[in-house]
């Protein structure tokens, strides 16, 4: 509403210049050293905690043993007290013994596999940051599919940057596939147990790891997830390939295959994206399980990648590009990124109540572990970054046109989904040292310079616009109409 009709649009080419690469470079470059300095902060750390560890063991047992305490006064009465010396040894020895069998037992019992903690860390960073940015891939095929099954016109403009974000499929794939296969004996604990073949009344044996083997596998976590991934990779690469051919050859059989597919790919992606958030996160805590996990990830996707699609399109215009792009098109961004907030709090206060009310032992004590001192304000913190924010922010019209408040409150969204991750791995991987430092700052810019760098190069290899697409004009001239 109030801006003139546009009957053609033009073509228009991002340049990635070479200021904008080094910048997205040194936010990578950074990234890493910083996360080299982070890794031999927390290594130092535990060196520190393990000699610390050592010197009271070492007390410990000396206080155990008196006779290597006391001073030998003399030959006659240091081999008078042999005899007793050593059986106080061996009755010591042989306490510590048991004790320490007990408590290998009782970790094995509860299916720990902890190494070094700062392996344990760096590999829970890993699993988070590479899920997270691929979660932006996906969720944007995902509204790409939508587009296309729904009919709507309004977003195509936004076509391009919305394919570009999908390239990042492949880094999604191969990074976290190489994450899973490498680290997967720190990430999940039925992994290991599972490799130590236990058999029902055998010291350790877990009934309901065992009951779940069927699906807890090394082959749906090396071969399912990846494959997932490549089936949606697959549907990408036909929807892009129908776009090209579309701008280069017109007429509507293109887009009617797009519509084909994407509803085809709506179906999937159901499925599929359920049991990939169940192999690679719910099972991070495998004794226990929601019924509304796969949802509750699925609304982390889609809100991010809303909020990243809305990033792009403003960095463009900010730099002279897409001013086809009308404010109309920006608000239905922000209304998408405001509904969906609060779709994302209805799933959590839902799935949260469900648990609090039933007050089942083997449910509760996910969210038992999660409001614990060390976490309950990364967990208070999640709720007011996630929705309280975003819904205050962008309740009105206007914010949801206004570049800078759209900027705020995706930062909030982003910022409050990464924690929202980090909260939903880090107890059953790291446990409640886990803490946000140098390491988990530098992992993440280092993945998002990647990611930035990725998605504008591939924006800078076609045109902006989808220019024989059948709604291009409807979305130029796009009035929403209050």
């Not at 004790?99 to 094995?108: K, N, R």
């Not at 010291?203 to 991934?229: C, E, N, R, Y």
């Not at 038992?368 to 060390?374: M, V």
Request: negative net charge; proline residues 2%.
């Amino acid at each position: 509403m109030g801006h003139h009709h546009i009957s053609e649009v033009n073509d228009e080419k991002y340049i990635f210049t070479g200021r904008s690469k080094v910048i997205v470079g040194l936010v990578f470059v950074v990234g890493l050293i910083l996360t080299f300095i982070g890794v031999n902060q927390i290594k130092h750390e535990d060196a520190h905690k393990s000699g610390a560890a050592n010197v009271e063991e070492h007390a410990a047992t000396n206080q155990d043993l008196p006779v290597h305490t006391v001073g030998m006064q003399d030959d006659h009465q240091a081999h008078g007290d042999e005899s007793h010396a050593e059986e106080h040894t061996e009755h010591a020895e042989a306490s510590h013994g048991e004790e320490a069998h007990g408590e290998e037992e009782h970790a094995e019992a509860h299916g720990s596999h902890h190494g070094p903690s700062w392996l344990a860390r760096l590999w829970a960073n890993l699993l988070l940051n590479s899920y997270y940015f691929m979660l932006f891939a996906v969720g944007a095929l995902f509204f790409l599919a939508v587009n296309y099954a729904a009919n709507a016109g309004w977003s195509t403009l936004l076509k391009r940057v919305i394919e570009s974000i999908t390239s990042y499929i492949p880094i999604g794939i191969l990074t976290l596939g190489l994450v899973i296969y490498f680290g997967k004996e720190h990430l999940y604990h039925w992994v290991v147990y599972l490799n130590q073949g236990l058999d029902a009344g055998q010291p350790g044996f877990d009934k309901i790891l065992a009951g779940k083997d069927w699906f807890l596998s090394s082959g749906w976590l090396l071969i399912g997830v990846p494959t997932i991934m490549i089936i949606w990779w697959v549907f990408r690469i036909i929807l892009v390939r129908l776009s090209h051919k579309e701008d280069e050859q017109g007429g509507l059989s293109f887009f009617k295959k797009s519509v084909i597919y994407s509803a085809a790919f709506l179906v999937v992606f159901a499925f599929s994206f359920s049991v990939l958030s169940w192999l690679v996160m719910m099972s991070i805590d495998p004794h226990w399980y929601s019924t509304m996990y796969s949802v509750y990830n699925f609304a982390i996707a889609f809100v991010t990648s809303l909020t990243v699609i809305c990033f792009f399109t403003l960095y463009l215009k900010s730099k002279g590009y897409m001013e086809v792009v009308s404010d109309e098109v920006i608000h239905d961004l922000g209304k998408f990124m405001f509904a969906f907030s609060i779709f994302w709090g209805y799933i959590f206060v839902c799935q949260f109540l469900l648990i609090w009310y039933a007050n089942i032992t083997e449910e509760s004590i996910y969210f038992a572990q999660r409001l614990t001192p060390n976490f309950k304000w990364f967990f208070r913190s999640n709720i007011i970054m996630c929705f309280a924010l975003p819904f205050l922010i962008l309740m009105m019209r206007n914010a949801k046109r206004h570049p800078k408040v759209l900027l705020v409150a995706g930062s909030m969204i982003l910022l409050g989904h990464w924690l929202d991750l980090f909260i939903m791995i880090m107890p059953g991987t790291v446990g409640q040292s886990a803490q946000i430092g140098v390491l988990e700052i530098g992992l993440t810019m280092a993945f998002a310079g990647l990611f930035i760098f990725w998605v504008l190069n591939n924006l800078s290899k076609r045109n902006l616009y989808a220019k024989n697409h059948p709604y291009l004009l409807e979305s130029a001239n796009h009035d929403v109409g209050v």
